[in-house]
Nanobody, 121 residues
């Protein structure tokens, strides 16, 4: 059974940090581009970051550049999103997604159920 399971979300104050994890099962993560998307209340889904399967090239939306870092551990079938200097506007449900052959995953790829990240004082 193919699954992507996110963890590491929660509530944090502005300026704080969180690390999201996405564990894949049922397929070999190493062959897939993996991305993190988010959907904030009342807004469209947004691609946050993506990492390619081959050369590990990374991509970030402008609003998170310098604050977020995506990485992957193919041996653990896991992708991470380190989020630093969090801002209230980062509040959203975060999803990981996997697809071939390159960034960015499409709706036909594999998607997780999402995890809430709330940044508030």
């Amino acid at each position: 059974q193919v699954q992507l399971v996110e963890s590491g979300g929660g509530s944090v104050q502005p300026g704080g940090s969180l690390r999201l994890s996405c564990v894949a099962s049922g397929f070999t993560l190493g062959y897939y581009a993996i991305a993190w998307f988010r959907r904030a209340p009342g807004k469209e889904r947004e691609g946050v970051s993506c990492i390619s399967p081959s050369d590990f090239s990374t991509y970030y939306t402008d609003s998170v550049k310098g604050r977020f870092t995506i990485s992957r551990d193919n041996a653990k079938n896991t992708v991470y999103l380190q989020m630093n200097s969090l801002k209230p506007e980062d509040t959203a449900v975060y999803y990981c997604a996997a697809d071939v052959p390159r960034c960015w995953p499409t709706p036909r790829g594999y998607w997780g159920q999402g995890i809430q990240v709330t940044v508030s004082s």
